[in-house]
């Protein structure tokens, strides 16, 4: 069965480094998302990407955040300069018919 | 804008017995999809089953069922036979029908299975 893959599954930053974190989608999907998910709490939607674009963003999602797909196989998120609460599960998801298939999520931890 | 809530933070269950965890959603859409998700210690996400707000008829897969009542906008899950794997956090979630629409969800409820 066809899945969405993660990397890294675990990543421990110093506040204030360039973290990014990589996406290989499923191969025929077009829709693609990054969930965050701090300890204890719900799963948080940060961002949507289609076409080369993002289509829609959530207000976590500000400048610090980037998204892209530089050569049409990983889909990256970027955190530019790392904070304490940035510490989170992150989760890529892609869109399948009627559903989302969700990778095994990266888990940061920043001291 | 999309709300899901579920009022049930933890709930417990014996082994082999039957369990229904709660939620509650608002939307105005008429067209949508409603899913229990299951986030094991491993911390993945599970899709548990899924619901078309079109179908009438209630989901089921081997053990798990939902009862969905669209007018009362409620999607309750039930555990049949409750085994020890089954402890998890569940969380639902809704999506509208459109291509790029995201995931919705609730905070969840901590399900433990004893024996």
């Known amino acids: 069965e066809p899945e969405v893959t993660q990397t890294p599954s675990h990543q421990v930053t110093q506040m204030g480094q360039e973290v990014i974190l990589r996406c290989v989608p499923i191969?025929?999907?077009?829709?693609f998302y990054w969930y965050r998910q701090i300890l204890g709490q719900k799963v948080e939607f940060l961002v949507s990407?289609?076409?080369?674009?993002?289509?829609?963003k959530s207000e976590i999602f500000d400048d610090q955040f980037s998204v892209e797909r530089p050569d049409g196989s990983n889909f990256t998120l970027k955190i530019r300069s790392t904070k304490l609460e940035d510490s989170a599960m992150y989760f890529c998801?892609?869109?399948?018919?009627?559903?989302?298939?969700f990778g095994e999520g990266s888990r940061l931890t920043v001291l | 804008a999309q709300t899901v809530t579920q009022s049930q933070p933890e709930m417990s269950v014996q082994e082999a017995e039957t369990v229904t965890l709660s939620c509650t959603y608002d939307?105005?859409?008429?067209?949508?999809?409603l899913f229990w998700y299951k986030q094991p210690p491993s911390r993945q996400m599970i899709l548990v089953i899924r619901?078309?707000?079109?179908?009438?008829q209630n989901a089921t897969e081997n053990r798990f069922s939902v009862n969905f009542q669209k007018a009362a906008k409620s999607f309750s899950l039930k555990i049949s036979d409750s085994q020890l794997g089954d402890t998890a956090m569940y969380f639902c979630?809704?999506?509208?029908?459109?291509?790029?629409?995201?995931?919705?969800f609730g905070k969840g409820t901590m399900l433990l299975v004893s024996p």
């Open positions: 619901q078309e707000a079109y179908k009438q």
């Open positions: 191969s025929n999907h077009l829709y």
């Open positions: 939307t105005s859409e008429n067209n949508y999809y």
């Open positions: 979630a809704f999506m509208k029908h459109e291509g790029y629409s995201t995931l919705t």
């Open positions: 998801a892609t869109r399948g018919v009627g559903e989302l298939f």
């Open positions: 990407f289609y076409n080369n674009e993002i289509s829609e």
